[in-house]
């Protein structure tokens, strides 16, 4: 392969290049026969996630009440600065036997005078202690309160500090004083060291949901005389973002990051045992809007039928006529809408409108979704990660429809491959390998749905070709030919031969951007690489625990 100076590739081969390849300015690297595989795109993530969730309390794997207060102690010594102390990882039938929830009781008796909010593991259920509760002004002896799309718990005592859904009066979560990386050097210190590992991981794009991070990315491509991005970024905004001076333009480009494209949120998650059932199910087209949901413990994500044993359909957060204005809104300020695509909103397929996650359809959805030029955005390691909540929370019909990988793609429907980091790793050869295996590490007997199993080739187009397709750039991403951008990942084992080495520790050699070398393989560097707290590892039960995280998806 030849590159010009200027990140084109040339020509691509063996052996001596072209007459017209050596008369350009060149680049000239030799690769000792390594095989080389087009640039690879993470097409649903959140890379300042990535970064803040890497130094909060992690508690993963807790087995006791007794556990999880050595550890929230531990951490409080650790970090006397942080104005609060945020976690996350609990689960409640993890903690004890009778699946007590932890209460505000059990985090005063370890703090007292200093905020903090823990998340479950599913991220639609939180406790805070008493602080956090105060200062966050509620009423702790109120019989009940009216949040809309959420609860605070209560019992004969008062608020008990469990949070469920979105809590939208109370300032937590998204609220400058809950979110320490509101601070400037701290935003850019987060979304450096999480660019930094998606690059260590192989890829050479992302397409992330950062709230209010246009600027932050900006000032990140400054640095270094104008090269302190090693990674394309393909920034997607909120809808709630939608005027706000600080959110860019549709089609704005700076550099390596570029933003065209609005998300826009249905429901809620498979996980949290929410009793705030209030909305059925859309119908006719917008059923399709169903299927971006995270799939847990227990039943919150909108379901068109009902989960299995019960007559509860889930919660949708959005009723018709707010989903359409909403698309609406989107689509008449220019931006492409990641959600559905609704032509009683004036979307069109040519937009390429996306819908991510798509882990429950049906044949109806999928057919509407090819018809109306709908890109899927698929999660391949949620298949692993899920399969067996899956199983026991939906039923037996609809469960052909879930995770359908090969279906959507033998249909005529464009995927392309995400993570949803930090949620799953960011690891895309972690992702192809799911989307060929779809079991469990050391279960391979244990297939969920083996006729959804994608071969090599399907699955790593979904992060190359897919990816770029979804940025609307696959004219000049997604492949390696003459006349496309010189993005391209070296490896240090031949996966084409070996799918078990994709899963391969420091499989990456290399990664370029535009013809330029943004990442090197070193031996002494790798060794001792601190390893930041991963929300995407748990000890709960699947590949990675049922973390849904997804901040876009709450």
């Known amino acids: 392969m030849t590159v010009s100076d200027g990140g084109e590739v040339l020509a691509v081969g063996s052996g001596v290049p072209p007459a017209a390849a050596a008369d350009a300015q060149v680049l000239t690297e030799d690769l000792h026969g390594a095989l080389v595989l087009p640039g690879l795109h993470d097409a649903h993530m959140h890379a300042f996630m990535m970064g803040e969730s890497a130094e909060w309390l992690d508690l993963s794997g807790c087995s006791s009440f007794d556990e999880f207060a050595t ?117 850019v210190k987060y979304l450096k060291n999480a660019l930094q590992r998606c690059v260590r991981s192989g890829l050479t794009a992302i397409h992330t949901n950062d709230e209010d991070a246009w600027r932050v990315y900006a000032k990140l491509q400054e640095q270094e005389g104008g090269k302190g991005l090693p990674i394309r970024v393909y920034l997607t905004p909120s809808i709630h973002e939608l005027g706000k001076p600080t959110t860019p333009q549709p089609g704005a480009r700076n550099g390596l990051v570029a933003c065209h494209r609005m998300k826009i949120f249905s429901d809620g998650s498979l996980g949290a045992v929410s009793r705030w059932l209030a909305l059925s199910v859309m119908h006719f087209v917008l059923s399709s809007l169903l299927t971006g949901m995270c799939l847990l413990f227990q039943e919150t994500a909108a379901l068109r039928v009902p989960y299995k044993g019960t007559d509860n359909k889930g919660i949708l957060m959005n009723s018709d006529e707010d989903l359409v204005k909403k698309i609406s809104e989107a689509n008449k300020a220019g931006y492409r809408q990641v959600l559905a695509a609704l032509k009683t909103a004036g979307v069109n397929p040519e937009q390429r409108p996306i819908l991510t996650h798509c882990q429950i359809l049906g044949e109806d959805l999928i057919t509407k979704m090819r018809d109306q030029g709908v890109i899927g955005d698929i999660q391949p390691s949620f298949t692993v990660t899920d399969a067996a909540y899956v199983r026991k929370r939906l039923q037996d019909d609809v469960l052909p429809f879930s995770y359908c990988w090969k279906r959507m793609l033998d249909s005529g429907v464009a995927c392309a491959g995400g993570s949803d980091a930090p949620i799953e790793t960011c ?9 060929i295996y779809r079991h469990k590490p050391n279960h391979p007997e244990d297939v969920f749905l083996p006729e959804e199993q994608l071969t090599f080739n399907e699955a790593l187009a979904l992060y190359t070709k897919g990816g770029a397709f979804a940025a609307m750039e696959e004219h000049q991403l997604g492949q390696l030919a003459p006349g496309f951008r010189a993005d391209f990942v070296v490896l240090r084992q031949d996966v084409t031969q070996d799918h078990e080495a994709l899963v391969a520790p420091d499989l990456v050699e290399s990664v370029w951007v535009d013809g330029k070398k943004t990442y090197q393989f070193d031996p002494a560097s790798a060794a001792s690489e601190p390893k930041p707290h991963d929300l995407s590892t748990s000890s709960l039960p699947g590949k990675n625990g049922p973390r849904r995280a997804c901040r876009c998806c709450r």
């Open 71 to 187: 550890r929230l102690r531990a951490y409080d010594a650790a970090y006397p600065e942080k104005a609060w102390i945020v976690g996350v990882g609990w689960a409640q039938d993890e903690l004890s036997a009778s699946a007590r929830y932890p209460s505000r009781s059990d985090i005063d008796a370890v703090i007292k005078n200093r905020p903090v909010l823990l998340h479950r593991a599913c991220w639609h259920i939180a406790v805070v202690n008493t602080k956090a509760l105060e200062i966050a002004g509620v009423d702790l002896s109120a019989p009940s309160h009216d949040i809309a799309h959420g609860a605070i718990d209560v019992d004969g005592n008062g608020a008990t500090g469990i949070l469920r859904e979105d809590v939208q009066p109370i300032p937590f979560d998204r609220n400058p004083i809950v979110s320490e990386p509101t601070v400037p050097n701290l935003r």
């Open 427 to 435: 690891n895309p050869f972690q992702g192809i390998f799911d989307a």
